[in-house]
């Protein structure tokens, strides 16, 4: 069975930085894209970004770029989200999901990261 | 890079269909057939209906069916049943190699 399951929730303050994480189990990691989807308190799905765990290239949308990092770890099944400085506005939940059918859908997705600032 | 637009909230009685559109430009979508469709649960995390325009995943009801039309894709829900009360978003695969969502549109099933 596929499954993502990512970190627990965070309370933070602003200007602190902060790296979240999602590993997966059941298929083979290192050959499939991760990506990040930001979900802000009653607000609807963003895509913030994507990276091929197998060489850690990513992609970001404009509105994420330089603002977040995303990498991933093969060795260890893991992908991360970080913030170097973090804002009230970053205040969201945020869910990790993988792409096994095709790079182009998110089948699979964890549970979610509530982070408040 | 906007939102794809879609209805803010449909309706639907049970047994009924509906049909909630998502609309975008010729680069929101590109040269590809890669829009898929979410469900949301209060609470829950997204799941997959409706993957490269029309395919289902396995375990998905075929009451739920995607088309595309040009700039405009849609999801059809057949036979409304009460848990299919969500939100729905759709999501593309860009001309820029990135994703884009849809705003959302929440189904209320009277």
């Known amino acids: 069975e596929v499954q993502l399951v990512q970190s627990g929730a965070e309370l933070k303050k602003p200007g602190e930085s902060l790296k979240i994480s999602c590993k997966g189990s059941g298929y083979t990691f290192s050959i499939h894209w991760i990506t990040w989807v930001r979900q802000m308190p009653g607000k609807g799905l963003e895509w913030m970004g994507s990276v091929y765990v197998g060489d850690s290239d990513t992609r970001y949308s404009p509105s994420f770029q330089g603002q977040v990092t995303i990498s991933a770890d093969k060795s260890i099944n893991t992908a991360y989200l970080q913030w170097s400085g973090l804002r009230a506005s970053d205040t969201a939940i945020y869910f990790c999901a993988t792409s096994i059918l095709s790079p182009a859908i998110l089948d699979n997705w964890g549970q979610g990261t509530l982070v408040t600032v | 890079q906007s939102a794809l637009t879609q209805p803010a909230s449909v309706s639907g009685s049970p047994g009924q269909s509906i049909t909630i559109s998502c609309t975008g430009t010729?680069?929101?979508?590109?040269?590809?057939?890669?829009v898929s469709w979410y469900q949301q649960h209060p609470g829950k995390a997204p799941k997959l209906m409706i993957y490269d325009v029309s395919l289902r995943p396995l375990g998905v009801s075929n009451r739920f069916a995607g088309s595309k039309s040009g700039n405009t894709a849609s999801l059809t829900i057949s036979g409304l049943q009460a848990e299919d009360e969500a939100d729905y978003y759709c999501n593309s695969y860009t001309d820029t190699d990135t994703r884009v969502f849809g705003g959302g549109t929440r189904l209320t099933v009277l």
């Open positions: 010729s680069s929101d979508f590109g040269d590809y057939d890669y």
